[in-house]
């Protein structure tokens, strides 16, 4: 058995160490320095996507017993992937300083640290609490308070990383100006599908779950919780719900300005506007959905 503490000691480790062998590569290549902290970023965020979504999988699957089953990744994958969390608050600070230094953006003066940190906090406050508490509550309730209980839900929660992949995907066709390709589209469907199955409809196939093993209907479910658990429930749905209807929006958008014969060609991006700045269509979810053109669901971090 690994000692105490090696997992989050690996994830210090392995997260920001990913980041600066990326971007140390693709500097290699000879990728401009913004490009190249930004798709270091990208990298790193699907990459722990990816093996959460593993490891939850895994989870999920060895554990036949909702309640009591108990798979060992689910006391390790936690500690290693918290700092994940810290590092990409930072990760995200250093996409939104490098965006300003893009193509079309150089002749800007950059802007002092504290005016770049005030501008990051308005701008993605939301991504910044949702890491926070990530750290803060998220963390200590899955390595701590479950008291090995519960491995089968910690599971499927994990695997709601699974539409990250897409986010980041659709982040790099955007800085790289291909948000009206056949590839953005598709890799939108593919984000729509996933987030809807890992992060929206998640919630009542664990109630349902839950009801299976004790023999309760789906509505009978949330009588027989304590109030804390469905009001923790309903505190992980509603962001959900409301990027999953930011998704939807944008979806729809596409939709309607593709099947319109009359409507005249998407503008491409004016070369001083950066992907990433706020429009009407621009919003904000886990893993850095937001808008950008096309589908209007990508943003950042």
Same mark, same amino acid.
């Given at each position: 058995?690994?000692p105490?503490?090696?997992?989050? @000691? #690996? ?5 920001? =160490?990913? *980041?600066? !062998? +990326? ?5 290699? /290549?000879?990728? %401009?320095?913004?490009?190249a902290?930004i ?20 989870i999920?699957?060895s ?37 300003g ?6 002749v ?33 309730? @899955? #390595? ?5 209980? =519960?491995? *089968?839900? !910690? +599971? ?5 990383? /699974?539409?990250? %992949? ?17 590839l ?15 992060r929206?409809l ?15 209907s789906?509505l ?13 429930a ?25 099947s ?10 004016s ?16 893993? +850095? ?13």
């Amino acid at each position: 058995m690994a000692p105490p503490g090696s997992a989050l @000691a #690996a994830g210090l480790l392995f997260f920001p =160490g990913l *980041f600066l !062998l +990326g971007r140390a590569a693709l500097r290699r /290549l000879r990728c %401009p320095e913004p490009h190249a902290a930004i798709l270091a970023a990208r990298l790193v965020s699907s990459v722990q996507a990816v093996m959460a979504s593993t490891a939850g999988y895994i989870i999920s699957s060895s554990c036949h017993h909702v309640i009591d089953d108990q798979h060992w990744l689910a006391g390790t994958y936690p500690q290693f992937a918290v700092p994940y969390f810290i590092y990409d608050v930072y990760a995200m600070f250093l996409c939104h300083w490098h965006r300003g230094r893009v193509k079309g953006h150089e002749v800007a003066p950059p802007p002092s640290l504290r005016a770049a940190a005030g501008a990051y906090l308005r701008k993605d406050m939301l991504m910044v609490l949702h890491h926070a508490a990530m750290v803060l509550v998220c963390f200590p309730v @899955a #390595a701590l308070w479950r008291q090995g209980k =519960g491995d *089968f839900f !910690l +599971g499927c929660l994990l695997m709601a990383e /699974l539409s990250t %992949p897409f986010v980041c995907l659709g982040k790099v066709l955007i800085l790289y100006k291909r948000q009206h390709t056949v590839l953005h589209k598709l890799n939108g469907v593919a984000l729509l599908v996933t987030f809807l199955l890992c992060r929206v409809l998640l919630f009542p196939y664990l109630y349902w779950a839950y009801g299976r093993q004790r023999g309760l209907s789906l509505l009978q479910v949330p009588g027989a919780l304590p109030p804390v658990y469905n009001a923790a429930a309903a505190a992980l749905l509603a962001p959900q719900l409301y990027w999953f209807a930011l998704i939807c929006r944008g979806a729809w958008r596409l939709f309607r300005s593709s099947s319109s014969s009359s409507s005249p060609p998407p503008a491409p991006l004016s070369p001083r506007m950066d992907p990433d700045t706020p429009t009407p269509t621009h919003h904000q979810h886990p893993g +850095g959905v937001g808008g950008g053109g096309g589908w209007g669901i990508y943003g950042a971090p």
